[in-house]
Each structure stands twice: as structure tokens, then as C-alpha cells.
């Protein structure tokens, strides 16, 4: 199946300072893209969809000037965390999928397991 | 910020024993379902997904059998093995005026016993 990378695995940063994730799509071009996040023992809430070339699409109570996310190219988002703080602490995934007629499996990257202190 | 004190439910299997997995989903504007398994600290790997005018489709050991009446998605394993150990979300994609979306369900974490 198609992969999807994520960057950094995992990072730790300092309380007022921003983060930034990456996701590519290795071998396929994604016009979307999908970012996550995930408490521990609990489900992934989708936070925004990335579309290539527009504004991100957030879902309801993700605060937009908070998570800052860009899709400059049919291969890369990226999601930079702004002013973190200790409840920012997450792991963050991020999926897309392959825009082939009726493909319908997203791919997942690996996740990134931000601990802000 | 985290919910304290929020679980994962557990099912147990014996290894070689058949396992079932339940989800409940809410949206009817639901065109597919995928099941996922996610492993601890890894993202979701995809199982195998059903359109919705579909019941039953069949994988390799994995059988998901949806019922849109009561909106209820199983995930069956045949021969569960300790690779098997894991948590499972189903997921459902949303389709709306320009977009489409996957949106996981709450997730069961099945531990088998060898």
C-alpha cells in the first residue's frame, strides 16, 4: 500500500514555543490530507482536513490560529503547534489518501508523540 | 485536554479462539466503514472496509459484517493470534458537499492469551 511519513517521530519542546509536524505522502500525490490527535487509551479526534493550495477545513472547538496548518504541495502538510503548553501534549497523526476512482483506504503515518514541559 | 480516568474496553481471547468486535456508529450519511488496528505508539493500519450497501465482506481471517438497520459494524478474527494483540477503531468516512472525511469510533483494545 501507498506510505505516508511523518516528522519528527517524536519531539520534546518547552512551553511557549512552536512545533512543527510533517507528513508526506512517499509515493502517491494527496490533494487531501487529514490530521489527528490522540489522547492516551482514548480514539483519534479528527482535528482539520488540509487541502492542497486552500485553507484547512477544522473541526468544531480546534482552535485554527492554535494548530496552523499548510498543504503547499500535493505531498506535503505540515502542522505546527503554536505557543505550546503541557496540555498540548499529544500524539499527533496525520493520514491521506490516494486519489485513485474508488480508492477508499487513507493511510496512516506513524504518528508523532509531541510532550511539551 | 484528557478525560481522566477514560478506558479502552478490553476483550480477552484465547489465541487460536475466534474474536469479535463491536462498533456502534451514528451517521446514516455513512458511505463505507473501515476497520483499523493501531499498536501501541504506531499509526492506525488499515484491516479491511465495507461500502454501506454492502453486509458482509470477507479478508484474510477477518470478516466485518455491517447491519445499517440497528447501525451496528462487527469485526470477526478467525485464529486469533498474539499479532493480533492490538486496538481496533472502526472508523466511518462522511461524505458531504465538497469533502469527505474518516472519523473514528471509540476503539477496543483485544488482548490474546497464548
Known amino acids: 500500500g501507498a506510505v505516508v511519513s511523518q516528522h519528527p517521530s517524536w519531539v520534546i519542546c518547552k512551553s511557549g514555543t512552536s512545533v512543527k509536524i510533517e507528513c508526506r505522502s512517499l509515493?502517491?500525490?494527496?490533494?487531501?490530507m487529514f490530521w489527528y490527535r490522540q489522547f492516551p487509551k482514548q480514539s483519534l479526534m479528527l482535528m482539520a482536513t488540509s487541502n492542497e493550495g486552500s485553507k484547512a477545513t477544522y473541526e468544531q472547538g480546534v482552535e485554527k490560529d492554535k494548530f496552523l496548518i499548510n498543504h503547499a504541495s500535493l505531498t506535503l502538510s505540515t502542522l505546527t503547534v503554536t505557543s505550546a503548553h503541557p496540555e498540548d501534549s499529544s500524539f499527533y497523526i496525520c493520514?491521506?489518501?490516494?486519489?485513485?476512482?474508488?480508492?477508499?483506504?487513507?493511510?496512516f503515518g506513524q504518528g508523532t508523540r509531541l510532550t511539551v514541559v | 485536554g484528557e478525560s481522566v480516568g477514560l478506558h479502552l474496553p478490553t476483550l480477552s481471547v484465547q489465541e487460536g479462539d475466534n474474536s469479535i468486535i463491536n462498533c456502534a456508529y451514528s451517521?446514516?450519511?455513512?458511505?463505507?466503514f473501515i476497520w483499523y488496528k493501531q499498536e501501541s505508539g504506531k499509526g492506525p493500519q488499515f484491516i479491511i472496509d465495507i461500502r454501506s450497501n454492502m453486509d458482509k465482506r470477507q479478508g484474510q481471517r477477518v470478516t466485518v459484517l455491517l447491519n445499517k438497520t440497528v447501525k451496528h459494524l462487527s469485526l470477526q478474527i478467525a485464529a486469533t493470534q498474539p499479532g493480533d494483540s492490538a486496538v481496533y477503531f472502526c472508523a466511518e468516512n462522511i461524505r458531504g458537499r465538497g469533502y469527505q472525511k474518516v472519523t473514528f469510533g471509540t476503539g477496543t483494545k483485544l488482548q490474546v492469551i497464548p
Open positions: 509515493d502517491f500525490q494527496a490533494t487531501t
Open positions: 451517521n446514516s450519511a455513512s458511505d463505507y
Open positions: 493520514s491521506a489518501r490516494e486519489p485513485i476512482q474508488g480508492g477508499t483506504e487513507a493511510f
